[in-house]
C-alpha cells in the first residue's frame, strides 16, 4: 500500500510536466506556423514616355582602283553631306565625323582564296547626328538617301530614339510597382480576415521599355529605341507576412 502512494506523487508530476510540454510545444508550432504564413504577390507599373534625343547615323562610301582615289572620293562627297545636314537646321556641334576607313579588295584564286594581287579599295566614312528634336531626325532618316541625286553614295542606319531622364525615372517607376504590390498584399489580407505583417522579402525585376502598346517582353529586359513613343514597365515581386 505505501508503495502506491509512493508512486503517486511522481506519477502526477510526470503527467504534469508532460502536458506543460505538450502545451509549449504546440504554442511554440503554432507560432512558427503563424509567422510562415506569408503572401507573395507582384505589383506593376507604367509610364508612358517621349523620347528626347534622337541619333542618326549613316555612311559615305567610295569605290576606286587605288587607296588615293578613294580617299578623294569620300573628301569630295563629305561637305555635300554635312551641307545637307545644316540646311536641314543641324549644327555644326550636332554633327560627328568618324575615321576614315580604306580597305583593299584582294584578287580571288580558282580555289576562291584571295590572292596578293589588289583589284580596288573599298573607302568608307560614318557620319552620326545627333538632336533633341526627335522628329527632324525622324524625317531627315526618310529623306537623306535622295542625296543619291548629287552622286553622293550614302547609306543610313534606322534611326536611334533615347529617353535621357531614364535614371530618374526608374526610380520613380519602381517605387510605384513596389506601392501596387502592398495595395494587392492588402486587399488579398482582407478577403481572408488577416491583418497583413511586414514586408519579407522583396525582388525587383528587370525594366521593359517597348513602343507604345508592344507586348513585348524579355527576361534580360528591353530598352526600345527605334520608336519615339514608348512604355516603360516595371515589376516588383514581394512577399508578406499575415499576423
Known sequence: MSDSNNLIIPTLI???????ST???????????KENQTIT???????????????????????AATAEEAYKSLQRQRPVVINYL?????????INLMTINLNP????????????RVLEYNGNQMIEVKSRDVKKIKSISLDITSLVNQGISFSVMPPEYYYTKLADLKIEIQA??????????????????????PISNARMGVLQITPVNSNMVSDYGINDVSSIEK?????????????
Open 23 to 33: 502545451l509549449i510545444f504546440a504554442s511554440f508550432w503554432s507560432q512558427r506556423y
Open 41 to 63: 504577390v507582384t505589383g506593376s507599373a507604367k509610364r508612358e514616355i517621349t523620347s528626347d534625343l534622337g541619333i542618326l547615323r549613316g555612311t559615305i562610301q567610295a569605290t
Open 176 to 197: 510605384d510597382a513596389a506601392k501596387d504590390a502592398l495595395n494587392r498584399a492588402q486587399k488579398i489580407a482582407e478577403a481572408t480576415g488577416s491583418t497583413l505583417g
Open 231 to 243: 512604355e516603360i514597365t516595371a515589376v516588383v515581386n514581394a512577399s508578406f507576412r499575415l499576423d
Open 86 to 94: 545644316k540646311q536641314q537646321g543641324f549644327q555644326e556641334a550636332d
Open 14 to 20: 510526470l503527467g504534469i510536466s508532460l502536458m506543460l
Open 105 to 116: 579588295v584582294y584578287e580571288l584564286n580558282n580555289q576562291g582564296f584571295p590572292t596578293n
